[in-house]
Each structure stands twice: as structure tokens, then as C-alpha cells.
Nanobody, 124 residues
Framework: QVQLVESGGGLVQAGGSLRLSCAAS????????MAWFRQAPGKEREFVAT????????RYADSVKGRFTISRDNAKNTLYLQMNCLKPEDTAAYYC?????????????????WGQGTQVTVSS
């Protein structure tokens, strides 16, 4: 059974930083691309960042480019999202997802396993 468990969310002031983690089990973590998505109240889930199986390729949403960094540690089966210069519009539940293949994709339906989410709230 595949499990993805996010942690690291919380309340932070605008301009602050948070580091999210996603611990994966039940699957060969290193074989698949991983990603972070987010969903704010009343809005659709949106792509944030993705990373290839090796970590060699990454992609970001324009809204977070230059502020967020996605990374992974395949030895620890863990995905990370370093979030700097946070803005109130970054407030959302953040979800990690495991892809159906090794390559990066920004499309929700290309990810077949999801965590339960961790809340990030940025105050102004």
C-alpha cells in the first residue's frame, strides 16, 4: 500500500520560509517523478513543482519560480519543498503526489498517489 505523508506546514508571516516534507512508502520511490500541488479554499488544485526520478529535472509554476525549490532524497524516500519569500496568496493546503512514470509532468491526472495534505497559512 502506497503512503505519502506530508509535514512541515504551519502559520508564517509574509516574507517568511517553510520547508515541507513528504515521506513515501509502499512503492519504489526512486523510480517515479514526484510533485507538489496546492489547493486554496474555493479554488481548484493547482500545480506547484515537480521533480524527475533522479532529481535532475525540475519544473515550477510561474507563481513560485525563484521562491520555491523542490528536491528529493531517494535514500530516505522523502520529497521536499523549500518555500521562501512566502506571500499571503501562497496560503493553501499543499499535497505531494507520486507520478505514474519517471518523467516530469504538471498535469494532475498523471499522478496516481496523493498525500492527505498539510496546511500552509501566510499572514500579511
Amino acid at each position: 500500500q502506497v503512503q505519502l505523508v506530508e509535514s512541515g506546514g504551519g502559520l508564517v508571516q509574509a516574507g517568511g520560509s517553510l520547508r515541507l516534507s513528504c515521506a513515501a512508502s509502499g512503492r519504489a520511490f526512486s523510480r517515479y517523478a514526484m510533485a507538489w500541488f496546492r489547493q486554496a479554499p474555493g479554488k481548484e488544485r493547482e500545480f506547484v513543482a515537480t521533480i524527475s526520478w533522479s532529481g535532475g529535472v525540475t519544473r515550477y509554476a510561474d507563481s513560485v519560480k525563484g521562491r520555491f525549490t523542490i528536491s528529493r532524497d531517494n535514500a530516505k524516500n522523502t520529497l521536499y519543498l523549500q518555500m521562501n519569500c512566502l506571500k499571503p496568496e501562497d496560503t493553501a493546503a499543499y499535497y505531494c503526489a507520486s507520478g505514474s512514470g519517471a518523467g516530469v509532468t504538471t498535469l494532475t491526472y498523471d499522478y496516481d498517489y496523493w498525500g492527505q495534505g498539510t496546511q500552509v497559512t501566510v499572514s500579511s
